[in-house]
């Protein structure tokens, strides 16, 4: 055999897939460099075409991490949030020594938010998102986070009592009396510390009414006056005393 001609045909060989490797590896952080300034610049399309495949091929480098975070990132700020999720989980689940991990999971809580709709569609987003932040918060208690994030639970929670107390509205002008009460004491149980508690409480004195039950309506606002706002106060007043003007003409 002639050894000459078998090495000057391996011997490039070699080379060029040893070349290829040391070119790969050395270009993963001049690549990943390259896709943050795509993120700045708001490509986000082009930024996630390059940390895809670095999520792929370099994982396993000290970069891995980042390049992780920065993919959900090009998705969280293209308004992409259920595939951000996605890459902010994959770092959560498979990376849990990155000092990432905190500012992932607070992405994750703030994709939920951003995906809660107004009050009166369907709310699982405002509910998982009241979720993880409640979970974020159990995990970091010092977060710098926090009082923002209270408040956030605070707003999801008026959201969900919003759309509680409007289903008993919607009860009241069907003239469903009885499940409107239900709607409302229900309300007043979960939602007890939103906004829509004083006009819940003055939704069940409106239904009473409606059922033209002046003994209830009198006993129900005795039972709560000392808690309602002043002007509730005044329209519970206004709407017994109509009731008992009407009750009275039937005599």
């Known amino acids: 055999m002639n050894y000459n001609k078998f090495w000057i045909i391996i011997f490039p060989l070699i080379w060029v897939g040893c070349a290829g490797n040391i ?46 975070y920065h993919l959900g990132e090009s998705y969280f700020l293209n308004e992409e949030y259920q595939l951000a999720i996605i890459e902010y989980d994959k770092l959560i689940r498979r ?14 809580c703030e994709c939920y938010v951003a995906m809660s709709p107004k009050y009166y569609l369907d709310q699982i987003s405002s509910e998982k998102a009241i979720e993880k932040i409640q979970e974020f918060l159990e995990d970091y208690p010092f ?13 999801m929670r008026n959201k969900l009592g919003e759309k509680a107390y409007e289903t008993g509205i919607l009860y009241i002008k069907l003239g469903a009396y009885d499940s409107a009460i239900l709607a409302f004491e229900q309300m007043l149980e979960n939602y007890y510390d939103t906004e829509f508690v004083p ?3 003055l939704g069940i004195i409106r239904s009473y009414s409606g059922m033209k039950n002046v003994n209830k309506v009198e006993e129900y606002y005795q039972s709560y006056k000392h808690i309602l706002p002043e002007d509730i106060s005044e329209k519970a007043n206004k709407i017994i005393s109509e009731l008992k003007k009407r009750m009275s003409k039937k005599i």
């Open 143 to 155: 977060s710098d986070k926090k009082e923002f994030a209270n408040n956030t639970v605070q707003e």
């Open 199 to 201: 006009q819940a409480h």
């Open 95 to 108: 990376m849990g020594y990155s000092p990432l991990i905190e500012k992932a999971r607070w992405r994750t």
């Open 23 to 68: 070119k790969d590896d050395d270009n993963y952080s001049s690549q990943f460099k390259e896709a943050v300034r795509l993120l700045e610049k708001e490509k986000f399309i082009s930024a996630q075409d390059i940390l895809n495949t670095l999520a792929i091929r370099a994982s396993h480098t000290d970069i891995g991490d980042n390049i992780q």
